[in-house]
């Protein structure tokens, strides 16, 4: 496939205007063809006028059309072939393997979503028939289901060039609810983009879908982004990046003469507490795995353990010098863009700058600029010193953490207790270990959306109970998740039908249940 | 019981500050004893910290505790005997009917919603088992329910002294998903306010549930109001109102350092579509029923039906003159309170004085100002002047409603598309009528969040599958419902569990399911 580097406006192309770019090797430090233009202001509202008219159109084809559409844009996507992996290699510097199992992620989400769509219980149903002869007086016919709100704008994310982006989680659970999309791509990755935009392009076209279910525009987040969020006919927005980034779009939308729903998940600390029965029985094996999720894609996860709490002792000294060991010879690695790398660097200076922090240890080899690597670093410090200084609280980008010794389990439930909002916090421990911190567990589950026992953050399963998400600032809205089946919610509202016809009804709460979906039927859930 | 007009912290009072007031009685034109006293700031932050600390303990409370606990607020409801409903009476000048009515309806929902957290499947409870030997990586085991958010502010509503306030829809929601309340009390009926406050009190003492999970506090809603809403440990406002009310709350949240939901019903004008088939069949039953319901409760409903789109002709004319003389023959009644029936002198006025716009009817007594009355009105105009003043798309709280004449299906169509967000919309016709007009019920989906069929939107009914809210300016967050079981997903987020051992999960989340609730387990929906 040869890049154009045009907006992609429903099925057609749009070449933009004055502001272009092209992508970034990280690897090697180069520019790379083509020229990539920013959409206009009149692009932006044309693909969302074409996304408005679609919108009636996509949401009443049958679920079985919705499903298909979805499947199609799954096996369009891998039939980009080692074309996508190699662009998408280039222009994130993330390594084959990883990509291969993003792209298998990617698309098997896409599949699930569309096998939620074909069973069609997700839209929750609700019957309550008529009573006409109750006192004092009678009860109308009432029915309930979810409905898709609208045109949808994603972000593209930086560190999850494709199951985050184009095609992404919030992109999927979007169509599959009945939603359109308009994304607005991510300048580190724009060939990626492009090729994915393209093949959910041929998908509209050959599942017969509306011109406008899907555009893909280029642009500076500033104003592409901006008058994406602000404009009218938007009905909701999905964004994975920084806090400030989330922040902003969420202030843009909240501020609108009618606001919107902003799904930003802006990352966070995911604080680890390492219990002491974890630490005498299995401290090394604790310290491996650490090292390993801290370092997975070059700690360029939201779920990145960036906080680990311990009992002072001999147990979390020897961690400590399990990890020193383990940290000196962790390979430094490509991080997706200089500007991620420059943020990290300073981050890491402003640790270690700090009054009170040790370094425990650094990858020991020279980090090389021009191959924008990134060196894994572990620091200590002792909980007065975190507790007291600002800086420390706040995410470092990458492969790094922060061991917090404490003096006794009262201080570890005073950090739990001054915690934000996280994505996910872990405890690591015996059986015995979690009965006697149980206090821990109910002060944490109060600041997080998923808690884990004993493994890492890193590494979110695709499932139906997955939460992908978490207090402010972890997330603009802790409601919702943005991985699994559950994230087909955050794009819906309730719409209710009184007194109305059969042929009148959609076919979810039609009494004859043609689409033999779970239902709550006065009171009672059946599938008949 | 002697009214003592102090705050309610917790289960203790609280004299409050400097600013005092009294309840007014609309229907004689004078103040009732005592004196009120508003919160200070500091009781805000008490009534904040008892709330918080009461959560964990509240939320852990077994769901059979927490329904006991609702039905016995209930039943203290119940207690207050004819003392409350007499208070109500004179707070809020309706009669003694609607007011058993309403508070029928008060403790309806409470036991609805106890029977809901008796039943416990609301929590959407999902279970993905490990597979430990899935190849390239084992599934960890995953669940997922829905938990509190944490302590909610309820502001009482003006015009549902009982339904809609102290233990009204909002506040059992919130309740019964175990999240802590605290009530800033409508000034309106601030003895009706005391009055159900103290009986929840009661309630929470004789049930053992921990001090703070309620509070009621008096005060002004720009000083008091705001600052329950930006306090940092308020996690999601519930508010009935006006849109400028609604409005300056969610603006408040979003713009705090960690943003909340503002759950803002702000009503609408409740457009009514009534088609040829209808008209002719049956125009005379049509206009009875709507000025049956324009007139209900005084037209002060956020689902009083304020506009009435039919095609021009001989059938309309007809219901015109059958509205005439019903409207004319209407009693003048006592609005709530002062303000409100200025509001709405002024709002007729502004219609009466818009070009193009004729009176049809009004009711022909005179109101008098001292008990308070509003006359009820109905007016007329044509496609063109409705879409071309801005004025006329404003709800007038009160017994008005505006009939405009359509040419063709396609004025209808663009009335209906020029819509914002309203609560309801309502079409009358035939079942020919309704295919005829199919389109017209496509574009209505989009803009409410209830579609009635040959009904009026007016007597809301409280069942699972209601959903009293709709897209912006009706309601701030278009998502969510303040009626119905359906209400108790605004107080809630996921929480997920990783690699829990049983002993430390939630019973809903155990393998025996001991609370024999519906789950998703593995991808099937079962109860065992």
Redesign the interface.
Known sequence: MELHGKNLIGIGTADGGDYSFKSYNPSVGMEMDPVFTGATESDVDTSLSLAASA??VYR?KSASDRADFLERIAAEIEALGEDLIHRCMAESGLPEARLL?ERGRTVGQIRMFAALVRDG?WV?A???HALLDRA??P??D???ML?P??PVVVFGASNFPLAFSVAGGDTASALAAGCPVVVKAHRSHAGTAEMVGRAIQKAVSDSGMPDGVFSLLHGQGRVVGTALVKHPLTRAVGFTGSLKGGREL??VA??RP??I?VYAEMGSLNPVFVLPGALRERGDQFAEGLCQSVNLGVGQFCTNPGLVLGLDGDDLDSVKGKLEGLFSDSPNATMLNPGIREAYDAGIAAVQSSAGVTLVARASAEADPQKTQAAAHVFSTDVETFLNTEQLAHEVFGPSTLMVGCRSKEDMEKVARGL??HLTATIHGT?KD??EF?DL??IL??KV???????FPT?V?V?????H?G???AS??????SV?T?AIFRF??????????Q??LPRELQDDNPLKI?R?VD?E?S?G
């Open positions: 919108f009636d009443r199992g219980s929750d609700r019957i309550d004092p007086l009860k109308p009432v029915r309930l409905m709100m609208g969420f202030d909240s501020s009618s606001p729903p934000e909002g059986e979690l009965a149980s567990v109910t589950e109060n959306g998923r808690l884990i026992f004993n493994g590494g399963e499932c139906a109970s997955m939460h998400g207090p402010y600032p603009t809205d802790g409601r919702s998740t699994g559950a819906t509202r309730l719409m209710c039908y009184q007194g109305f016809p042929s009148a779970w709550l009171g859930y599938q």
